[in-house]
């Protein structure tokens, strides 16, 4: 698991790089335990692929139209889902702008197009409302899906996905950075976390990679 996170203090970020070699590792050592398998993966999945299938845990949020939004929302699609904040100077804008081009070049693939959507969670609840994420997501393709919660909801999913995010520098009580987990998760139409894109990423990669991951499924 490889991560790219905001402004912040070297501490917090030593701390979420340690965790992610560990996770890197413990990856590594399950897929050459599994040398042997009948099942071969493709190489350009190596980094991408999920050891196991991860089930959603559930969750209650609330999205861009101030609807609930629970893990229902991700079954019978497949999911391109990102951690991040509205607020956010550099990588979630570009993430997201990124995640809009492979959609783009998606569409010459109508039977990748047709099932699969992108979701956008706000780990920011105090100041990411449905109305701010709604023109967030808007702005980036009126397709994408926005959503949010309370601390506890926001805190439970991302530590059932192995998403990392903490308070960073502070310059008033609602003017903060974020820092977080810069990877785009990939979540099949089970509801189960099967895969995650790490930075950098580049379009045409993601979709090529996507494309190897669902056949692989």
């Known amino acids: 698991m490889s991560e790219q996170h905001e402004r912040g203090s070297r501490k917090p970020l030593v701390i979420i790089a340690t965790v992610a070699v560990i996770t ?6 399950y897929w050459s335990g599994r040398s042997g398998s009948s099942m071969q993966m493709p190489a350009a999945l190596q980094g991408v692929l999920w050891p196991e299938p991860k089930p959603l845990p559930a969750f209650e949020l609330t999205d861009h139209k101030n609807k609930p939004m629970t893990r229902e929302a ?7 889902l990102f951690f991040g904040y509205t607020s956010c100077p550099d990588v979630c804008p570009t993430t997201l702008a990124i995640v809009q081009q492979a959609m ?5 693939a109508a039977d990748l197009d047709a099932q699969s959507q992108v979701v956008f969670i706000s780990v920011d609840p105090s100041r990411d409302t449905p109305e701010r994420l709604s023109a967030y997501v ?18 439970g999913l991302t530590r059932e996905l192995f ?23 990939v979540i099949d139409p089970q509801a189960r976390m099967v895969g995650r894109f790490s930075p950098p990423h ?8 996507f494309k190897q991951l669902v056949a692989y499924m």
């Open 24 to 29: 890197a590792i413990l990856v590594t050592y």
């Open 74 to 80: 991700f079954k019978g699609k497949w999911t391109f």
């Open 104 to 108: 783009e070049q998606m569409k010459n």
């Open 138 to 155: 808007n702005h980036f393709n009126p397709e994408f899906i926005g959503a949010t919660g309370t601390k506890s909801a926001i805190d």
């Open 163 to 185: 998403v990392l995010y903490e308070m960073a520098e502070t310059r008033s009580a609602d003017d903060y950075d974020i820092n977080h987990t810069a990877s785009v998760l």
């Open 202 to 209: 580049l379009p045409n990669q993601m979709v090529e990679q």
